[in-house]
């Protein structure tokens, strides 16, 4: 059984740093893809960072240079490195898993993820 728990959501000032955490249980990261996934309001679901099984990366055009997905595998936790946030960085974040060949792990298309965490928010202002 796959879980995700996303933590580190909240409100800052355009400019500003967070960082999120994603916990998994039931995976192993060198089987998965993983990523980040934002909503705005209004908007579709958009992938910002996605990270390969061989830890390979793929960024969002519009996060790139502010931004930096990251895992621990010793302790199964994803992580986003969020800084110089802008208000268009505002949504709810949210991270996804999938074992590496059902998904393409070198884009940012959420097709094919099943597993999601219940995701937390960022606000931008």
């Known amino acids: 059984h796959v879980q995700l728990v996303e933590s580190g959501g909240g409100s800052v000032q355009a400019g500003g740093s967070l960082r999120l955490s994603c916990a998994a249980s039931?995976?192993?990261?060198?089987?998965?893809?993983i990523g980040w996934f934002r909503q705005a309001p209004g908007k579709e679901r958009e992938g910002v960072a996605v990270?390969?099984?061989?830890?390979?990366?793929t960024y969002a055009d519009s996060v790139k240079g502010r931004f930096t997905i990251s895992r621990d595998p010793a302790t199964n936790t994803l992580y986003l490195e969020m800084n110089s946030l802008k208000p268009e960085d505002t949504g709810t974040y949210y991270c996804?898993?999938?074992?590496?060949?059902?998904?393409?792990?070198?884009?940012?298309?959420?097709?094919?993820?099943?597993?999601w965490g219940q995701g937390t928010q960022v606000t931008v202002s």
């Open positions: 996804a898993a999938e074992e590496g060949w059902t998904v393409n792990c070198r884009g940012l298309s959420d097709y094919g993820y099943v597993n």
């Open positions: 990270m390969d099984s061989d830890g390979s990366v």
């Open positions: 039931g995976i192993t990261f060198s089987d998965y893809c």
